[in-house]
């Protein structure tokens, strides 16, 4: 095989694998990729509407009609204290994670009915946690919602609410990613 010939070869199986690496995700310039993860309770979860209807994926389907390429990672728990965030914190929000989505309500509201008090020091503690690694957090409270917005229980948001919390969010996740 003359080295004209192994020099062509040769290119063409770089660019078949860098393909594949652009393909499986790795990217090139210009096709940045945001993590996000929202970290939380039963609200954060979406307990009572489906997955899809939970306002971390609603914000995702908003994110991505505006031109962001971001995944983000629904880490709610139903049940969850502040304590269960806190032990729970790194599994939940693995390296490279850029935003947090906290629920600040779940875990107080939680703890309290399980008797445990209101674990303010345990949320500081998520919040500290996270800042030291550089992560930009963005706390997901109650603010915008209605009672028309609950299901009959009175606690969790449906589908309407969780559509209102993600559009809520939109305009800062928008400011955190940087565009």
Same mark, same amino acid.
């Given at each position: 095989?003359?080295?004209?010939?192994?020099?062509?070869?040769?290119?063409?199986?770089?660019?078949?694998?860098?393909?594949?690496?652009?393909?499986?995700?790795?990217?090139? *310039?210009?096709?940045?990729?945001?993590?996000?993860?929202?970290?939380?309770?039963?609200?954060?979860?979406?307990?009572?509407?489906?997955?899809?209807?939970?306002?971390?994926?609603?914000?995702?389907?908003?994110?991505?009609a505006k031109g962001y390429n971001a995944h983000i990672t629904n880490a709610g728990i139903?049940?969850?204290?502040?304590?269960?965030?806190?032990?729970?914190?790194?599994?939940?929000?693995? *390296?490279?994670?850029?935003?947090?989505?906290?629920?600040?309500?779940?875990?107080?509201?939680?703890?309290?009915?399980?008797?445990?008090?209101?674990?303010?020091?345990?949320?500081?503690?998520?919040? *500290?946690?996270?800042r030291s690694r550089g992560i930009k957090i963005i706390q997901v409270n109650g603010a915008?919602?209605?009672?028309?917005?609950?299901?009959?229980?009175?606690?969790?948001?449906?589908?309407?609410?969780?559509?209102?919390?993600?559009?809520?969010?939109?305009?800062?996740?928008?400011?955190?990613?940087?565009?």
């Amino acid at each position: 095989m003359n080295s004209m010939h192994q020099r062509s070869r040769i290119r063409s199986v770089f660019f078949l694998v860098a393909g594949l690496f652009y393909a499986a995700g790795f990217g090139l *310039a210009g096709a940045a990729h945001a993590q996000i993860v929202a970290l939380g309770a039963s609200n954060v979860a979406g307990r009572g509407v489906s997955s899809s209807e939970a306002f971390p994926a609603q914000l995702e389907r908003m994110l991505a009609a505006k031109g962001y390429n971001a995944h983000i990672t629904n880490a709610g728990i139903n049940g969850n204290t502040n304590a269960d965030m806190l032990a729970r914190l790194d599994q939940a929000v693995p *390296a490279g994670t850029k935003i947090v989505l906290l629920g600040t309500l779940g875990g107080r509201y939680n703890a309290r009915r399980l008797g445990q008090g209101d674990q303010n020091a345990e949320l500081a503690s998520i919040m *500290a946690k996270l800042r030291s690694r550089g992560i930009k957090i963005i706390q997901v409270n109650g603010a915008g919602v209605s009672r028309k917005h609950l299901q009959v229980d009175g606690v969790h948001l449906t589908a309407e609410g969780h559509a209102a919390v993600a559009a809520r969010l939109l305009p800062s996740v928008m400011r955190a990613l940087g565009h």
